[in-house]
């Protein structure tokens, strides 16, 4: 059982700098009402989101003084999956879906030049070097064949897992099947 106290923080939906505000706010918010107790990220469900927002939360969530657990209820893709496996402590219900692809940039109808691709590129690698490298040295792997593994598994690249196999993989730390929302006091 995990019970999730009223210093609860809800990350649903896409990531993005307005999300990473609302999040890191709270977060501090938190730590100067009390450095002690935990503060739980709860997400039910974020497709991921930009980089630099995720990036926020992470080094936020990480620097925080009170342990932030990051608590997956139905499914995270993406950044979201990222700041679950860069969690202090994360935790899922068993069925809840984690995916991790590689960091991509869409050019929707736009002229690109090659100068501009491999600018693009270089930046993608580099994001894929400061995210996706800590989650694959949990795994015990290196980046490389975190990425293979990626495209072993899907030929979009996109690797998803239930909780149980993901926590097998150390994308997620718990998978509890029963978990309690103290804090909520009123009718939804």
Do not use: C
């Not at 991921?48 to 009170?66: C, F, K």
């Not at 949990?138 to 979009?156: D, P, Q, V, W």
């Not at 690797?159 to 730390?173: G, M």
């Amino acid at each position: 059982k995990l019970f999730i106290s009223d210093r609860r923080i809800d990350l649903n939906g896409e990531i993005d700098a307005a999300t990473a505000d609302l999040v890191t706010k709270s977060i501090h918010f938190y730590n100067n009402e009390d450095s002690t107790y935990p503060i739980f990220l709860v997400i039910n469900e974020s497709p991921g989101g930009t980089l630099t927002a995720g990036a926020h939360i992470i080094e936020v969530m990480q620097h925080s003084q009170a342990p932030v657990y990051v608590v997956v209820k139905r499914e995270v893709a993406s950044m979201a999956a990222i700041i679950v496996a860069l969690a202090p402590r994360s935790f899922a219900y068993p069925n809840a879906l984690i995916t991790y692809h590689e960091p991509a940039r869409i050019f929707f109808l736009e002229i690109v030049a090659q100068p501009q691709l491999e600018e693009s590129s270089q930046r993608l690698k580099e994001w894929s070097k400061r995210l996706l490298e800590p989650v694959a040295k949990k795994m015990g792997l290196t980046l490389e064949e975190f990425i293979k593994k990626m495209y072993e598994h899907s030929s979009t690249g996109q690797w998803t897992e239930f909780a149980t196999e993901a926590q097998r993989l150390k994308w997620v730390d718990f998978v509890v099947s029963d978990i309690r929302e103290t804090s909520f006091t009123a009718k939804p």
